[in-house]
C-alpha cells in the first residue's frame, strides 16, 4: 500500500480533503503545493503508519522504507542538493501532523542531515560558517532532547558557561569558532549521557527523528491533550519531511506568522509578525520583539521597528498575494508560517485560524456579504456556545488573575463584588449601594430576592440544573456552582479556600464562563451587539422552522427575551411570583390555614398581584403565546425558615407560633422532589389552581380589551403522571375561564396543556393527548425521574461518572438523547397519534443547549423554550439543526 505521499515543485499527491490520511499539515501543505504556491518539496508518511506502528509491536510497514527512500530522491531533485552529500547537503525537517491540531503536544527537528562532514558543506555553500556551525549546534540540541532524550539543561549551561568564560551576552555575540567549540562541547555531553556518539549518519538521523515524531503520539502530554479534546488516539500522526528553508541566513532572510484577517476583531486586515535573521522558534520564543507585517498595523501600535512591508516590499508583495489565493481557496480565514530565505518567499505552513466569537461573527458575515461563502455556511460556522462571549461582559483578558477555587461553569458573565453570605445581607448591602456577590453552600427559593440584587452567585454545592444555576441564567447573572473547595462559614462570615480566607465585605470575582472565582475585582469589559450580530441573526432566523420561546417570569426577564428575540414565554413559573415580599405573608396564611375557607380567604389576597403579574407578562408580549405554569414547588418551602420570621408571620396571620411550628413539621417531606408538589398540590387544594386561572383570564381579558390585540395564554400543568390528574384540574380552569368570560362579557381563546415530567406521563402520552392540547416536556424532572438522580445532589459523582465515561455529558445539561430521548420520542408519537395538531415544545434547562435543540429538531418539536439569555444561541442553534 501507498504509505508516503509527495508534494512540492508545484504538484502533490495529496490534498486538502485528505486530512484523515495526513493530518492537517500534511493535508494543506499538499494543498498549497498544488495551488502553485511556493512550498519547500516533502513527504508525509500517513497516519495509517502510525496506526501500524502501535498495532504491530512498534515495527513499520515493510515496503515504508523503500517508499521513503523514493521521496527523499524526488526532494533532492527538486532542490539540486543531497540528503548527506559533503559538497551540497539536503537538510530536512521533521514534524508531527495529527488530524486536528494539537498545538505544542508533538515533536519537531530541524536542520536533519547535518554532522561533521556536511556541516562544513553548509558553509562553504552559503559562505557563512557561522551560520552553518549555528545550525549544527540547534540541530544537536533539539535532536538530543526529542529523540535521544538528552534534556535540554545540559546544553543550556554549556551555552552560559561558554558566554560566562569569553565575555559574551547574546547569541549574536558569538562568533563561528564560538560555536564551532561548543558543538564540541555538545557533542562530548551526548555521549557522557549515552554512552555513544551523536549519529554521524545521516539516515539514522531521518529513522531516529521519524520514530521520536510516531512516539510522541503516545507521550503524556498529547494523551492528556486528547482526553481534553476528545480525539481518539486511533486517529494517530502522520509524519511531514520537508526540505529546510532558512530564515537565518542573513538580513535578506526573515521568518514570521500570519492572519489573513484580525483573529481578535474579525477586521479584514492582514495580521501578523515577522523577524529578520532568525528561524522560527524565535519568533515564538519571545527573546527578540517581533516586527510587524504591514506599516499600517505598526504605526496604529506606533512601533519603531520598520514593518515587512517596509523592510522587503517586493517578498511581502507576493505574500500578499498568497494571502489572497489562500482566502479565495479555504474560503476562511488563515493562520500562516512562512520563511524567507535570500529574498525568496517561502510557506510552510496554513490552517483555519482559531479566533474570538466577535471575530469569528464579523468574518462569517463579511465573507456572507462579499459572495466569498453562503449566508447557510456563514451560519453554519458560527458556535452556538460562542455567542455566550458576546452576551455578558467578560473579564478583561489582559488583567491579572489571583485564583481562589473553582466550580462550574454555571451562568455565564463576569462580575466582581463584596462577599456576602445570605440572601438578606445581599439586599441589606445592596440598599446601602454596595455591589455584592452572594456566596451560599446551596441556594433556595427564599433567596431570590438576595440572587436578584447580586452581581453573581457562589455556591460550594450543587450542579448545573441547581437551584442557583437555573435561576442564576434565568436572570443573566453570572454564576459559579459547586465549587467543593470552599469551606463556608455562614456563624463566622468566612470563607475558606486553596488556604486562602476571605471575610464577608471582601472583594471577589466570578467568571461564570470558565467556573473560575478570583480574589479582588479583575476588571471586566462590556459586550456590543453590532450590526453584525444583528445581520448573522436575520440569516438565522430565515432558516429556523424552530420557535424559540424564553423562561421567564418577570417583567425584566420578559423584556430580555423579547430583546433578543424569543417569539413568546415557554415557561413562566408562578411559583417564583409567590415569593415576593409583599406577598409572602399573604401565601404563607394560605399555607397555614386550617380548612378550604382559611386558603380562599387568603388566596383573595394573593389573586391581584397574580393578575397584575400576568397584565404585566402579557403587555410585554405583544399578542404572543405565554405559557403559564400553575404552582408547582412543595409548600414547605414558603414556610419561614427562621424564628424571626415564625413570629413575624404569626403576628401577621394572628396564630401561635407554635401552630406554625406545628405546620411546618407537618409538612416536612423525606424526599420533597417526589413528594406533594407539581399537580398533586391542585388536586389536594384546587382552590390555588382555580385562584390561579382566574387572575389568568382577568388579566388576558383585560390587556385584550386595552391593546385591542389577541391574547393567548396557554396554561400548563405540572408533573402530571395521568390523564385523570389533567381532566380534573382542566375542569378546575374551564370553570374559572367560564365565569370571567361570562362576568366582563367577553371570550378569548386559550390553551390547556401539561407538562410531561415524568416516565408514566410519557408512556401514557397517547391517553393524555386527549385532554391536553399541548406537551412542554420539563426535561429537568424527566430527566431526574428517568435516570433516579436528584437533580440537586448528583454534581458530585456525576463528574466521577463523566470521567469514566459512563454518561459523556452531564445529563442536566445537555439531553441524554438515549433514555430521556426515547421517552420524548415515545411520548410525541403517541401524542400525535391522538391528536395530529398536538403542540411540542421542551422548556427544561436542555431547551438552550445546541445539541438537544439538534434532537429537538429532528423528533419534530415545535419550539424550545430556554433562559433569556439562551435565546440568541437557541435561535442559531436551531437554524444550524434545520441545515
Ligand atoms: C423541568 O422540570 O424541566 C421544568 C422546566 O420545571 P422545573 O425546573 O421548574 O421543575
Ligand atoms: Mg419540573
Known sequence: SKWVYAFGGGAAEGRSGMKNLLGGKGANLAEMANLGLPVPPGFTITTEVCTYYYTNGNVYPADLKAQVSAALTQIEKIMGSTFGSIDNPLLVSVRSG??????????????????????????????????????????????????????????????????????????????????????????????????????QTVEDQLWGAIGAVFGSWMNQRAITYRRLHDIPSEWGTAVNVQAMVFGNMGDDCATGVAFTRNPSTGANEFYGEYLVNAQGEDVVAGIRTPQYLTTAARQAAGADLP?????????????????????????????????????????????????????????????????????????????????????????????????????????????????????????????????????????????????????????????????????????GRPCVAGAGELRIDYRAKTLKSMGQEVKEGDVITLDGSTGQVM???????????????????????????????????????????????????????????????SRIIAVREMILASDEEGRRHALAKIQPYQKNDFVELFEIMQGLPVTIRLLDPPLHEFLPGNDAEMEEVARAAGTDIAVLRARNTQLHEANPMLGHRGCRLGITYPEIYEMQARAIFEAAVEVARKSGKTVSPEIMIPLVGTKKELDLLKEVIDRAAAEVFKASGTTLDYLVGTMIELPRAALTAGAIAESAAFFSFGTNDLTQTTLGMSRDDSGPFLEVYRQRGIYEHDPFASLDQEGVGELIQIAAERGRKTRPNLKLGICGEHGGDPASIAFCQRVGLDYVSCSPYRVPIARLAAAQAAL
Open 98 to 199: 495529527a488530524r486536528a491540531s494539537m498545538p505544542g503536544m508533538m515533536d519537531t527537528v530541524l536542520n536533519l542531515g547535518l554532522n561533521d562532514q556536511t556541516v562544513e558543506g553548509l558553509a562553504a555553500r552559503s559562505k557563512d560558517p557561522r551560520f552553518a556551525y549555528d545550525s549544527y549546534r540547534r540541530f544537536i540540541q533539539m535532536y538530543s532532547d526529542v529523540v535521544l532524550g538528552v534534556e535540554h539543561h545540559h546544553f543550556e549551561d554549556i551555552l552560559d558557561s561558554h558566554k560566562s568564560d569569553h565575555d559574551l551576552t547574546l547569541d549574536t555575540d558569538l562568533s563561528a569558532e564560538d560555536w564551532k567549540t561548543v558543538v564540541a562541547a555538545y557533542k562530548e555531553k551526548v555521549k557522557e549521557e549515552l554512552g555513544r556518539p551523536f549519529p
Open 307 to 475: 514593518s515587512m512591508e517596509e523592510v522587503m516590499p517586493r517578498v511581502f508583495a507576493d505574500l500578499e498575494d498568497v494571502r489572497r489565493k489562500l482566502e479565495a481557496h479555504f474560503t476562511d480565514m488563515q493562520d500562516l508560517e512562512f520563511t524567507v530565505q535570500q529574498s525568496k518567499l517561502w510557506m510552510l505552513q496554513t490552517r483555519t485560524g482559531k479566533r474570538t466569537a466577535a471575530a469569528a461573527l464579523k468574518i462569517a458575515v463579511d465573507m456572507a456579504e462579499a459572495g466569498l461563502i453562503s449566508k447557510e455556511a456563514a451560519v453554519r460556522r458560527i458556535e452556538p456556545g460562542a455567542l455566550d462571549q458576546l452576551l455578558h461582559p467578560t473579564l478583561d483578558p489582559k488583567a491579572e488573575r489571583r485564583l481562589l477555587a473553582h466550580g462550574l461553569p454555571a451562568s455565564p458573565g463576569a462580575a466582581s463584588g463584596r462577599v456576602v453570605f445570605s440572601a438578606e445581607d445581599a439586599e441589606l448591602w445592596t440598599k446601602k449601594g454596595e455591589k455584592v456577590i452572594l456566596v451560599r453552600i446551596e441556594t433556595s427559593p427564599e433567596d431570590i430576592g438576595g440572587m436578584h440584587v447580586s452581581q453573581g452567585i457562589l455556591t460550594s454545592r450543587g450542579g448545573m440544573t441547581s437551584h442557583a444555576a437555573v435561576v442564576a441564567r434565568g436572570m
Open 519 to 581: 480574589l479582588g475585582a479583575v476588571p471586566t469589559v462590556q459586550p456590543e451587539l453590532t450590526g453584525d450580530f444583528g445581520t448573522l441573526m436575520g440569516w438565522v432566523d430565515s432558516i429556523r422552522t424552530l420557535k424559540v420561546r424564553a423562561n421567564a417570569e418577570t417583567p425584566l426577564d420578559a423584556r430580555t427575551a423579547r430583546h433578543f428575540g424569543a417569539e413568546g414565554i415557554g415557561l413562566c413559573r408562578t411559583e417564583h411570583m409567590f415569593f415576593d415580599p
